[in-house]
């Protein structure tokens, strides 16, 4: 059975950093996409970044030059940096894996995390 469980969410203030990880249990981690999406109240989940099992990176520009992506297979972890937090980042974070989708809508991956909560103060 896969798991994704992410930690590393909490409280932080405009202009702060948080480090998300996720980290995943059966299936073959270094063979899948690791992707973060995020869903704020109200709104539809969205994507956020993903990383290929070959570090091909993708970013919604929303976030460009402020998040970073990353992963680390020996410890079936992926990871999103996450500076220059804004207020507007507020949302639950969540991580998905799949075999090919490095860049799609939610419903392109197979796998998810239950989520992390992500506050950015004013």
């Known amino acids: 059975q896969v798991h994704l469980v992410e930690s590393g969410g909490g409280l932080v203030q405009a202009g702060g950093s948080l480090t998300l990880a996720c980290t995943a249990s059966?299936?073959?981690?270094?063979?899948?996409?690791v992707a973060w999406f995020r869903q704020a109240p109200g709104k539809e989940r969205e994507f956020v970044a993903a990383?290929?099992?070959?570090?091909?990176?993708q970013y919604e520009d929303f976030v460009k030059g402020r998040f970073t992506v990353s992963r680390d297979n020996a410890k079936n972890t992926g990871y999103l940096q996450m500076s220059s937090l804004k207020p507007e980042d507020t949302a639950v974070y969540y991580c998905?894996?799949?075999?090919?989708?490095?860049?799609?809508?939610?419903?392109?991956?197979?796998?998810w995390g239950q989520g992390t909560q992500v506050t950015v103060s004013s």
């Open positions: 998905a894996a799949d075999l090919y989708s490095l860049y799609g809508p939610a419903s392109a991956y197979e796998y």
């Open positions: 059966g299936l073959t981690f270094s063979k899948h996409v």
């Open positions: 990383i290929s099992w070959s570090d091909s990176v």
